[in-house]
């Protein structure tokens, strides 16, 4: 946390706490000012100026080494509480010197609370009391008894100051938690902008490689399987060898085209200029010139746009199955379904293969698609459910709700 945010963060009794410093010095000045102008003083200035000195040193460099650069309250209770006992002892022997010095009581009463936790204060308090009334008594030549009124006069005076000071106290502890929230909650607040960081950067990530799986990695797949397909041809089968190069040559411009795409990253080039259900046709029928297998693409319900994510999350879904389904189905036929249900969109795709449990895993797949499905999906607040039934076909399932 830097400087300036600590300065902010200073709790009010600490920013004035020269002001209770100052009161406390302020009246031992004047009670040491009143005591030199004492006409009727019957001592030598000297022993009174002598244990001044000595309480302002004991008060001042006690305190100094006790907090030791830390001004939170009550760090060290027992050394706080002994210099203040300290104060009152000197108090006491200059108060028998002279009775300027009762001018120092004025200071006395705050530093006892501004220093000590509240019991210790209870106890300084109560012990300066004492001290004041055996001094008053002692200079009017009265008994210290309850039937004394100046011993009235005292403890009430000394009970007010505890009521006083306990309020004070809990105004003091009050601002110390509060800070100590505020501090506690700019740390939570630091740390959840680090994770909510350290998330957005593995989501960008896991939307690249989706990206790049999706276009590039499907691309590449494609281009190597018609590679090898009019490899088979050759030589006796030229029409089929520049069919099969004339597909790849297509690919590789459209994968180079998609890759610019997830660079720039914009929505598929086939989700531009036309809607959901067209694209997902087009993209049906060039899957099935290429593969001859017979895909029938149908779409129920209204035909409402959707938000870009929800459009690019099911044509990828559809990409994806279709992809797996030439590399692992051995199908036959291929059913595309896109339903519009009011609060919820729904993408089937269908096909007579072979199942999971009987496909063939091919070198060219490397296992991230339906991961990638998944998280697509979820992001959405959607799934993805796969049926399958060994030699009946799979069925992907993609669900995502529609937002109001």
């Given at each position: 946390m830097s400087s300036t945010n600590r300065h902010q963060q200073t709790d009010v009794w600490v920013k004035w706490d020269w002001l209770w410093t100052t009161i406390f010095y302020s009246s031992v000045a004047v009670s040491t000012f009143f005591m030199l102008v004492d006409d009727g003083r019957d001592r030598t200035i000297w022993l009174p100026l002598a244990l001044t000195a000595v309480l302002l040193l004991w008060h001042g460099v006690g305190f100094k080494l006790t907090y030791g650069g830390d001004r939170e309250r009550g760090t060290r209770p027992y050394l706080q509480f002994f210099i203040i006992l300290g104060d009152i002892g000197l108090w006491f022997v200059l108060v028998n010197l002279s009775p300027a010095y009762y001018f120092v009581l004025a200071g006395l009463f705050s530093q006892i609370f501004r220093h000590l936790p509240i019991p210790y204060a209870i106890v300084a308090t109560l012990l300066l009391t004492t001290a004041i009334i055996f001094q008053q008594t002692s200079d009017e030549g009265q008994p210290v008894s309850l039937d004394n009124p100046i011993?009235?006069?005292?403890l009430f005076?000394?009970?007010?100051?505890?009521?006083?000071?306990?309020?004070?106290?809990?105004?003091?502890?009050?601002?110390?938690?509060?800070?100590?929230?505020?501090?506690?909650?700019?740390?939570?607040?630091?740390e959840l902008a680090e994770t909510k960081r350290h998330e957005g950067m593995l989501e960008e990530r896991q939307r690249l490689a989706r990206e790049i799986h999706d276009t590039l990695a499907q691309g590449f797949t494609s281009i190597v399987m018609h590679l090898e397909a009019a490899e088979q041809a050759m030589p006796d089968q030229p029409e089929?060898?520049?069919?099969h190069l004339e597909q790849a040559r297509t690919t590789a411009r459209a994968s180079l085209e998609q890759a610019r795409r997830v660079?720039?990253?914009?929505?598929?080039?086939?989700?531009?200029?036309?809607?959901?259900?067209d694209a997902i046709r087009r993209m049906a029928v060039r899957w099935q010139e290429e593969t001859n297998i017979p895909v029938t693409t149908t779409v129920t319900g209204t035909s409402n746009a959707l938000h870009p994510d929800m459009e690019v999350t099911l044509l990828r879904a559809a990409q994806e199955s279709l992809s797996n389904i030439r590399k692992h189905a051995q199908a036959t036929a291929v059913q595309i379904t896109l339903s519009y249900m009011g609060d919820m969109v729904i993408l089937?795709?269908?096909?007579?293969?072979?199942?999971?449990?009987?496909a063939t895993p091919s070198s060219l797949s490397g296992g991230y698609g339906l991961q990638?499905?998944?998280?697509?999906?979820?992001?959405?607040?959607?799934?993805?459910?796969?049926?399958?039934?060994?030699?009946?076909?799979?069925?992907?399932?993609?669900?995502?709700?529609?937002?109001?």
């Open positions: 011993v009235w006069i005292y005076a000394g009970a007010a100051s505890i009521l006083l000071g306990a309020w004070m106290s809990a105004i003091i502890n009050q601002s110390m938690q509060r800070r100590q929230l505020i501090e506690q909650l700019e740390i939570t607040q630091a089929t060898v520049q069919k660079v720039q990253d914009l929505r598929p080039g086939m989700l531009e200029n036309q809607s959901l259900p089937d795709v269908q096909d007579n293969g072979v199942g999971l449990n009987g990638a499905m998944r998280e697509r999906a979820a992001q959405l607040g959607g799934a993805v459910e796969i049926e399958s039934e060994p030699g009946e076909g799979t069925t992907v399932v993609v669900s995502i709700p529609i937002s109001s």
